[in-house]
């Protein structure tokens, strides 16, 4: 099942990714609705960091293309936040909390302009907004996982992006921060923003995502949560694994979950 929409902010056309020649994504074809909270749902493997990778232009696919905003990615790279995933990160770089949340506004600045004191309240807005004001000049060595992912999605912010890709923000984050970050990111959507997010529990999925995209190397459905999240497009995406789906499953027959009421 694949959704047509109207205005796609993303469009992603027929799309293979290979590494080493064999590929990790086949034909994926699908187009996304600007000012929605979207989660990529999929196993280990399925390639969804390698999906996000291929938009932002970090991966060559072999074959296809894709379309921001209707441009090329170069032409529209500064409206583009990207949020890696926590592993993919050498988390030992000499950077204070601050450093790096004010690295997310250099984007915005000319070349030759440095950060200066607006630069620096955007910052600490931002690390606010993650509840990570204490921790300014902390080294980013020093956090844990939870605080360093936080910081990460406070650079995201400090961008002042269109478009957000976050690669599990949530991994190693507890369930009140997660809880915190979820109501930040509906909050960004609200104000017409667009955020796509890879996300391992179907769970919550259910209930934070306005659209899922369901990914095992190929694309398995792509729409609003409400027509994708079904038992048959879960076990497409999922296989065997049936006893991580049987909760969930059972939830949706009891029709026990409302996307709508967030
Ligand atoms: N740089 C790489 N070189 C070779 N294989 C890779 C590389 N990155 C990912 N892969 C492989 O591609 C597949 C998809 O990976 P990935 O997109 O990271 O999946 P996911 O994020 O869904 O767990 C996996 O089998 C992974 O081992
Ligand atoms: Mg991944």
């Known amino acids: 099942m694949i959704n047509q929409v109207t205005s796609p902010v993303i469009e992603v056309h027929d799309l293979t990714v290979s590494y080493d020649q064999s590929p990790v994504l086949w034909n994926v074809d699908l187009s996304l609705p600007s000012g929605k909270l979207i989660g990529i749902l999929g196993p280990n493997g399925a390639g969804k960091s390698t999906l996000i990778k291929a938009i932002m232009g970090l991966v060559n696919p072999t074959s296809g293309y894709v379309k921001i905003f209707d441009h090329r990615l170069e032409d529209v790279r500064n409206r583009i936040s990207y949020v890696p995933q926590r592993e993919s990160v050498d988390w030992n770089f000499p950077a204070s909390v601050l450093d790096v949340v004010m690295m997310g506004t250099y984007g915005k600045l000319g070349l030759f302009k440095r950060p200066g004191k607006k630069e620096k309240e955007i910052a600490l807005g931002c690390l606010d907004q993650v509840g990570m004001m204490s921790f300014v000049n902390r080294q980013i060595s020093e956090l844990s996982g939870g605080q360093q992912q936080r910081v990460f999605i406070a650079r995201a912010l400090a961008q002042e992006a269109d478009l957000y890709l976050m690669d599990e923000p949530f991994a190693g984050v507890d369930m009140a921060t997660e809880t915190a970050i979820f109501q930040l990111l509906k909050d ?75």
Not at 236 to 259: A, C, H, M, S, W
Request: aromatic share 6%; no cysteine; proline share 3%.
């Open 188 to 262: 960004m959507t609200a104000k017409g923003k667009t955020i796509v997010v890879v996300h391992h529990d179907i769970h919550s999925a259910m209930n934070y995502f306005d659209w899922i995209i369901m990914l095992n190397l190929h694309l398995v459905g792509s729409g609003p949560t409400e027509l994708v999240m079904t038992e048959e497009l879960l076990r497409k995406t999922y296989g065997g694994k049936l006893n991580l789906l049987t909760k969930v499953t059972e939830l949706i027959r009891q029709k026990d979950f409302n996307p709508l009421k967030n």
